[in-house]
């Protein structure tokens, strides 16, 4: 009770205390809000990948055949929920006669239906997202041509000044046709005088729907195509379909690591059955999850996201001077006091946790005051950063940079933990000295008449 | 003189001035350390950028690119402010390696090497021809065939120590590049056969330009057969012209007269056939044309710049604490230089005398330590990654060498003048209350 009574006498007298709550709660709030935005980038780093190419990865070394009958074996199994194939070949994309406007794009033959299933793809078309049933390339009145999907990125460049795009401009697009290129190669002799030739195969098509992924990379270079015609134009003289890679999503609770033996142990059967046991095909297939493949730049992602709060956990080491030198004061300021209540009998030890607790309180006060401030800086980082661009014309995050449209903004609660736990502590470290100068206070020297 | 033992006194007598030394020196040390090393990063990635762009870029991001380049040239070369003219031609491309069945996209930029290397730093990024740019399209093991350079990374994996591992001679592979020649209406050309305009190059250099995305995408072919896989017509056209000015020209005066000239030049063909595709052409210094790299840098430097403001504000506290302290227990010293005369103004100057010292000593202690540590910044990560395999950057995926630890004067001289003013800043109030300090009431008896 005296404890208590003094903390908050003290907290109403010397206001310089409330000093020490702020720093504390200033440099809490900026490793919440380091953390929280580095975990943000990194989740949705490894999210991207997940909506982009599903949770696992199958990709052989060259295009094989006979692709249904590998889907339909995978999903015969209790790991696999669904699997879709896809090829993906690199080409220029004409976008008008007239304007020289050519892009480089990559394309992605794709089955829509499937895909839906295996990835986040409905959700990021403009026209489709909202529609029922499974997204598809087959627009009304289109016929037999050709549709694709196409980035919304590869149609236009986002504003200057907001880095958004203007889906409005994008729609209008919606039903033009534009030229795809693009071509494989062939040897024109046998032996030592094969030279490579470039067959070029030109795919005119209607754009059917766009995608706003919030991914630079997909929503700037990517068309998409439907995979047999794509197939047919590039390969015409294949029998059967091919696929170059085949994603796939796992069922709800499957273990990763039991998935990919049952992947790789389905796929070395089906290469067995029924492509000929092709060495190569068995030996350089890989078969990876989307975040293992992510993996290496997550790593170096973590690295400099540590090194980061390393850097600012340094500089908070001020903040433990800071309260070291405001509880020195109060301690040398009321000596009396503390020879008063050691006159009274209490012992040394509880004298010093009179301010090793006060200043853990001081610590949790601030901390949570910049737990609290760290969470409404993260949740509102878009609009600040969009206030930023306002008020002083400085963008500060551009897709083309960080990857995604907008700054991730989750919390990192695991990381706002350890960050409050450690400035508690931190805070009581920084008044340890004082209290055992406290502590170390003899009554009869002090309350000394003279 | 007691303007000068007084703080002196203070400064050593009073432990507790440490702990304000303490934290400017920890601030100074850090600021100094992460500034350094970041100003190092940007202005090393600028130099770069600069490097691989000359001075100014005259060009249009149409990849149907200008007519009358040439006369433009000439132009360029007449003035004397120029040292150097280079045009370029600049389009994606899809290119495969002779033994692989597979297309990558990279962009392929036609130069002339000697009138590019003149023009910007492009010579001085080769491997195997650095000393004779002339011959770079000429491969080692046979000169007669057609050579391409390509961006070290699309050829060689950079290893751990961002090195690469590189032959004594580029290796015998060739490399089949594909275009889509475009008209001067932008249509393509050649429509509705089945074979493009593709040519095989042969590995003759690489080039390492340090820009991750140049590196890792461009692959550099003789001018004419660019122009011929990338522009159909008969009319020659170019997509930009890079050109670096005389020493003592600065790139801004230098682009200023650029600009001049190309509006007299745009003045003198406005009745040209192909006159329209000069409308779209800009004249922009090298920042202007790499900005979307170098902003976003910039960028960042300033706002970690801003970050570390914040928490050095801590700094500024800890020292309004430490003479708040110091002065509440000198108000007999104070009481008794004003009984003596000394005005406030004076006692105002003593402390702040005294911030100036302890600023001077922190910031000196911080800054002689953030010196060593950046000295040694590159031999700790060494035996860090020998002992702990523990890299800063991890060099396989970012194209960074050493650790810039080059102080900058600037830096130096900012770092320590805004600690000082920090010290100052912290101590204002603190002097202002001992100022304010009357002798009457701080020297009465019942306060001794």
């Known amino acids: 009770m005296l404890k208590l009574f003094l903390w908050l006498r003290y907290l109403r007298k010397k206001k310089i205390v409330f000093l020490s709550i702020a720093a504390v709660a200033v440099s809490v709030s900026l490793l919440v809000v380091v953390a929280s935005l580095f975990t943000g980038f990194i989740n949705a780093f490894e999210r991207a990948a997940v909506e982009a190419i599903g949770d696992v990865v199958l990709y052989p070394p060259m295009r094989f055949?006979?692709?249904?009958?590998?889907?339909?074996?995978?999903?015969?199994?209790?790991?696999?929920?669904?699997?879709?194939?896809m090829t993906l070949v690199p080409g220029l994309l004409h976008l008008g006669a007239g304007t020289g406007n050519v892009r480089p794009v990559e394309i992605w033959g794709i089955e829509p239906g499937r895909r839906a299933k295996v990835t986040g793809f409905k959700r990021f078309?403009?026209?489709?997202?909202?529609?029922?049933?499974?997204?598809?390339?087959?627009?009304?009145?289109?016929?037999?041509k050709t549709a694709g999907f196409v980035g919304i990125g590869v149609l236009g460049e986002p504003d200057e000044k907001t880095d958004e795009y203007d889906p409005a401009i994008a729609e209008e697009m919606i039903g033009t046709q534009v030229v795809l290129t693009t071509g494989t190669a062939s040897q024109t002799e046998q032996g030592d005088a094969a030279r490579p030739q470039f067959n070029r195969r030109v795919v005119p098509f209607t754009i059917a729907d766009i995608l706003h992924t919030g991914v630079h990379q997909f929503d700037e270079g990517c068309v998409y195509l439907p995979i047999e015609k794509l197939n047919r134009t590039l390969y015409p003289d294949d029998e059967s379909p091919t696929a170059g890679q085949i994603l796939i999503k796992l069922a709800g609770e499957t273990e990763t690591d039991v998935a990919l033996a049952v992947i790789g142990g389905i796929w070395r059967s089906f290469v067995q059955d029924q492509l000929e046991s092709d060495p190569y095909l068995l030996q350089y297939t890989k078969i990876d999850t989307a975040k293992e493949l992510q993996r290496p730049y997550v790593a170096a992602y973590r690295k400099q996201m540590g090194i980061l709060l390393l850097i600012f956990g340094v500089v908070s080491i001020g903040v433990i001077l800071l309260i070291f030198c405001i509880f020195y004061m109060i301690v040398r300021l009321k000596q009396k006091d503390i020879a008063i209540i050691k006159s009274c009998g209490a012992t040394s030890r509880s004298?010093?946790?009179?301010?090793?607790?006060?200043?853990?309180?001081?610590?949790?006060?601030?901390?949570?005051?910049?737990?609290?401030?760290?969470?409404?800086?993260?949740?509102?980082?878009?609009?600040?950063?969009?206030?930023?661009?306002?008020?002083?014309?400085?963008?500060?995050?551009?897709?083309?940079?960080?990857?995604?449209?907008?700054?991730?903004?989750?919390?990192?609660?695991?990381?706002?933990?350890?960050?409050?736990?450690?400035?508690?502590?931190?805070?009581?470290?920084?008044?340890?000295?004082?209290?055992?100068?406290?502590?170390?206070?003899?009554p009869v020297e002090t309350l000394r008449y003279e | 003189m007691y303007k000068i033992i007084i703080p002196t006194r203070y400064l050593v007598k009073r432990r507790i001035t440490y702990f304000a030394v303490m934290a400017v020196a920890l601030c100074v040390f850090i600021v100094l350390v992460v500034m350094t090393v970041m100003t190092g990063l940007v202005t090393d990635f600028k130099q770069k950028n600069h490097r691989f762009a000359g001075d100014c870029v005259?060009?249009?991001?149409?990849?149907?690119?200008?007519?009358?380049?040439?006369?433009?040239?000439?132009?360029?070369?007449?003035?004397?402010?120029?040292?150097?003219?280079?045009?370029?031609?600049?389009?994606?491309a899809l290119i495969r390696r002779r033994s692989s069945e597979r297309n990558s996209r990279v962009e392929i930029m036609g130069v002339d090497p000697v009138r590019h290397s003149r023009a910007t730093g492009f010579g001085d990024t080769l491997y195997y021809h650095k000393d004779d740019v002339s011959k770079a399209f000429r491969p080692a093991y046979d000169p007669n065939l057609p050579g391409c350079i390509l961006g070290i990374d699309l050829e060689l994996q950079r290893g751990a120590r961002s090195t690469y591992a590189y032959q004594a001679s580029p290796a015998q592979v060739g490399y089949s590049i594909s275009c889509l020649p475009l008209t001067a209406k932008g249509a393509l050309a050649q429509a509705g056969t089945d074979v493009i305009d593709t040519k095989t190059f042969h590995y003759s250099d690489n080039s390492h330009s340090g820009l991750p995305r140049v590196d890792g995408s461009i692959v550099y072919v003789p001018f004419e057969q660019a122009q011929q896989l990338c522009m159909a017509g008969s009319e020659k056209r170019a997509s930009a012209i890079h050109i670096r000015f005389q020493p003592d020209i600065t790139p801004e005066e230098g682009c200023r007269r650029v600009a001049a000239l190309w509006q007299r030049f745009r003045r003198e063909k406005a009745g040209a056939a192909l006159a329209y595709l000069l409308e779209n052409v800009t004249v922009q210094s090298w920042k202007g044309y790499r900005r979307e790299s170098i902003a976003p840098m910039e960028q960042e430097q300033t706002v970690m710049g801003v970050m570390f403001g914040l928490v050095a504000i801590t700094t500024v506290f800890i020292v309004l604490v430490v003479f708040y302290m110091i002065i509440s227990h000198k108000?007999?010293?104070?009481?008794?230089?004003?009984?003596?005369?000394?005005?406030?103004?004076?006692?105002?100057?003593?402390?702040?005398?005294?911030?100036?010292?302890?600023?001077?000593?922190?910031?000196?202690?911080?800054?002689?330590?953030?010196?060593?540590?950046?000295?040694?910044?590159?031999?700790?990560?060494?035996?860090?990654?020998?002992?702990?395999?523990?890299q800063l950057w991890d060099r396989t995926i970012y194209a960074i060498g050493d650790i810039p630890n080059r102080v900058e004067p600037e830096v130096l001289v900012a770092i320590f003048l805004s600690a000082v003013a920090a010290c100052l800043a912290g101590a204002l109030l603190p002097s202002w209350q001992a100022a304010r300090q009357r002798p009457a009431e701080t020297l009465q008896v019942n306060q001794l």
């Open chain 2, 331 to 390: 108000s007999k010293d104070i009481g008794i230089l004003k009984s003596i005369g000394v005005s406030d103004f004076d006692v105002i100057e003593l402390f702040s005398g005294f911030a100036f010292l302890v600023g001077i000593l922190g910031s000196s202690i911080g800054l002689s330590a953030g010196w060593v540590f950046l000295v040694k910044i590159n031999r700790i990560e060494d035996w860090l990654f020998e002992r702990f395999g523990f």
């Open chain 1, 125 to 144: 078309l403009l026209e489709q997202k909202d529609a029922p049933g499974e997204p598809t390339f087959d627009t009304p009145g289109a016929g037999e």
């Open chain 1, 65 to 85: 055949a006979e692709y249904p009958l590998l889907i339909e074996r995978l999903e015969q199994t209790e790991t696999v929920e669904a699997a879709t194939a």
């Open chain 1, 351 to 442: 004298v010093a946790f009179v301010f090793v607790g006060f200043g853990a309180c001081v610590g949790a006060a601030g901390s949570g005051v910049g737990a609290v401030l760290g969470y409404v800086i993260t949740k509102n980082v878009n609009t600040i950063e969009d206030w930023i661009r306002v008020i002083f014309g400085l963008k500060l995050w551009r897709s083309s940079v960080y990857f995604f449209t907008k700054i991730p903004n989750e919390m990192d609660w695991l990381w706002t933990g350890r960050i409050v736990f450690l400035a508690i502590i931190a805070a009581a470290i920084g008044t340890l000295i004082p209290a055992i100068v406290a502590a170390l206070t003899k």
């Open chain 2, 58 to 92: 005259v060009g249009t991001k149409s990849l149907v690119g200008f007519a009358y380049y040439e006369d433009f040239v000439q132009w360029l070369e007449g003035a004397d402010f120029v040292e150097g003219v280079s045009p370029v031609i600049k389009s994606p």
